[in-house]
T-cell receptor, first 116, second 111 residues
Framework: DADVTQTPRNRITKTGKRIMLECSQTKGHDRMYWYRQDPGLGLRLIYYSFDVKDINKGEISDGYSVSRQAQAKFSLSLESAIPNQTALYFC???????????????FGPGTRLLVL | TQLLEQSPQFLSIQEGENLTVYCNSSSVFSSLQWYRQEPGEGPVLLVTVVTGGEVKKLKRLTFQFGDARKDSSLHITAAQPGDTGLYLCAGRDNYGQNFVFGPGTRLSVLP
């Protein structure tokens, strides 16, 4: 089984709708992240959480909200979807503090979102 | 805001050729990572470089971190179709909290 899972894998929605993307991990990591990927722009950080009680805005948080329901679960919501939120969304966890030689981020398979 | 640029944006080569892709910034990063992403999947970490001038080898892949810790390169020797993918570099930001990603180099190795 995958260590980081995302649901749904694909989603089509209409402008103005509220949607939620979910992420679960079995790696036991405290740190979790949400990114979006657009062609030619790489990955941009939306929100991140260093533990259940710690939520932080990333580079592009406007129009998004998150909930850290448990160490293993981190969900991303689009309050009122708009077409320019069409993108590939990735959840990731991090093993920060586990290895002295550096931190590794583990990414889920992504959710492809289309907002009409 | 710390930014990373990658070049070239696209690269298509024949199997067996050598190639180098670059990751550049005007900012200093405390560490830099390279990821490879295949279609339909998330990025997977290849290497982390921490010390200026550091060189790391991973089979046919050679990674170098610039002396000033502002740039990095990835060299692939005798490329194979399995090397096809999007190569992303990511630098740890000045606050040490998160990573900033470059836009990526999309590599296609033709058999």
């Amino acid at each position: 089984d995958a260590d980081v899972t995302q649901t749904p894998r694909n989603r089509i929605t209409k402008t103005g709708k509220r949607i939620m993307l979910e992420c679960s991990q079995t790696k036991g990591h405290d740190r979790m992240y949400w990114y979006r990927q657009d062609p030619g722009l790489g990955l941009r950080l939306i929100y991140y959480s260093f533990d259940v009680k710690d939520i932080n805005k990333g580079e592009i948080s406007d129009g998004y909200s998150v909930s850290r329901q448990a160490q293993a679960k981190f969900s991303l919501s689009l309050e009122s979807a708009i077409p320019n939120q069409t993108a590939l969304y990735f959840c990731a966890t991090s093993d920060f503090g586990v290895h002295r030689e550096g931190e590794t981020q583990y990414f889920g398979p992504g959710t492809r979102l289309l907002v009409l | 805001t710390q930014l990373l640029e990658q070049s070239p944006q696209f690269l298509s080569i024949q199997e067996g050729e050598n190639l180098t892709v670059y990751c550049n910034s005007s900012s200093v990063f405390s560490s830099l990572q390279w990821y490879r992403q295949e279609p339909g999947e998330g990025p997977v970490l290849l290497v982390t470089v921490v010390t200026g001038g550091e060189v790391k080898k991973l089979k046919r892949l050679t990674f170098q971190f610039g002396d000033a810790r502002k740039d990095s390169s990835l060299h692939i020797t005798a490329a194979q179709p399995g090397d096809t993918g999007l190569y992303l570099c990511a630098g740890r930001d000045n606050y040490g909290q998160n990573f900033v990603f470059g836009p990526g180099t999309r590599l296609s190795v033709l058999p």
